[in-house]
């Protein structure tokens, strides 16, 4: 792999170094720094820095003026996994360093919310199932159903986003849904046997569809910005049908009676 010398100047010598050991680690490919007008590798003249843990610090000051140098070592390092799975833990960290420092970009964090809505779907699944089994009311019970079913088809409909912009359908735990559906389970206890089982159902069922609602419409956004256009249509299906069961939802709990304790605070 051959990088411009401009693109270094001023530290090559330290950037070369550093490369080469990494290089002389996987015995798989070489680094070096070349003029723009001729590429002849270059000699690391900087045999003296030992690999230790303050190499992580050097390429984190060094390198990170460069994002030139950092996208071409990401994309190079991340394309030879199994030279990766051979080098010494040192040179992995360095490795690591670099991957980490490439600038981010917006379809990064389109795919990286995608992998977080892809586990929320999931769980949003096993939700709408156990208040369907929890809830009371047969109108309750049937929305709760038809919404898991709904759900189920999201989550494939998911898995095509991420065809669309070329990746693997993965999930990445969603701390947010987790909260959520942790605190339904602690409401169901507290009152799954009171008069109020159902309206606290719905509140913790929509607590869910207002967080979807909000990571969908995010998506979306992205999506048209990036020009996804496909992802951008899917998406949109997914947010309205959020929105429509929220809506009814909210229809259910208004047509509840007051029972009880709570008849006589009027």
Not at 193 to 211: F, K, P, R
Request: charged letters at 25%; a negative charge.
């Amino acid at each position: 792999m051959c990088v411009p010398a401009h693109y270094v100047s001023g530290h090559e010598n330290t950037i070369v170094e550093i490369c080469a050991r990494m290089a002389r680690a996987s015995g798989r490919f070489r680094f070096c720094a070349c003029p723009p007008e001729r590429r002849q590798p270059r000699k690391a003249s900087s045999p003296s820095l030992k690999p230790a843990a303050g190499c992580m610090e050097i390429l984190s000051i060094v390198l990170s003026p460069y994002p030139s140098i950092c996208e071409c070592l990401r994309c190079y390092l991340l394309s030879l996994p199994s030279v990766l799975s051979r080098l010494p833990n040192e040179a992995v960290s360095w490795m690591g360093k670099i991957i980490d420092m490439a600038e981010k970009t917006l379809a990064d964090a389109f795919h990286e919310t995608l992998k977080d809505v892809y586990y929320a779907e999931k769980q949003s699944v096993r939700a709408l199932k156990k208040s369907a089994k929890a809830a009371k009311a047969p109108e309750l019970k049937e929305a709760f159903t038809q919404h898991a079913e709904e759900s189920a088809a999201q989550v494939e409909r998911l898995v095509q986003v991420f065809e669309r912009i070329g990746k693997s359908a993965r999930a990445k735990t969603c701390e947010a849904m987790q909260g959520l559906t942790t605190e339904m389970e602690e409401d169901l206890e507290d009152f799954g046997g009171t008069a109020a089982a159902d309206d606290v159902l719905i509140g913790c069922a929509q607590a869910i569809e207002h967080y979807e609602i909000a990571r969908y419409g995010l998506l979306k956004t992205w999506a048209a910005k990036l020009g996804y256009s496909e992802a951008e249509q899917l998406l949109a299906e997914t947010l309205e049908e959020e929105k429509k069961a929220d809506a009814l939802l909210t229809q259910i709990a208004e047509s509840f009676a007051p029972s009880g304790n709570d008849a006589n605070t009027k």
